[in-house]
Nanobody, 119 residues
């Protein structure tokens, strides 16, 4: 079992930055692909991006490409989501997820962190 806990959310003005952390416990995440998702009020959950086991391959949704960066520290068992140039439409609850391979089904999820971007 892998337990995931997001932190670092909050309120920020448009154009600002935030960094979310996802701390894992229970097992090492070094053998898991890690991903970030988000869900805005009244909308379906959407994929934000993912990072490979080693951290050398990342993939992002078009809506965040060039503004968000995912990184990982397998020693600290933590994944990060650096969010720059934030827009009001980035307001959502952000979730991290883990799975042995990338795909449409993610085995482990965190509880979510609220990010609110004011205009």
């Amino acid at each position: 079992q892998v337990q995931l806990a997001e932190s670092g959310g909050g309120l920020v003005q448009a154009g600002g930055s935030l960094r979310l952390s996802c701390a894992a416990s229970g097992r090492t995440i070094s053998s898991y692909v890690m991903a970030w998702f988000r869900q805005a009020p009244g909308k379906e959950r959407e994929f934000v991006g993912r990072i490979s086991w080693s951290g050398n391959i990342t993939y992002y949704a078009d809506s965040v490409k060039g503004r968000f960066t995912i990184s990982r520290d397998n020693v600290k068992n933590t994944v990060y989501l650096q969010m720059n140039s934030l827009k009001p439409e980035d307001t959502a609850v952000y979730y991290c997820a883990a799975n042995p391979v990338a795909g449409n089904v993610w085995r482990y999820w965190g509880q979510g962190a609220q990010v609110t971007v004011s205009s």
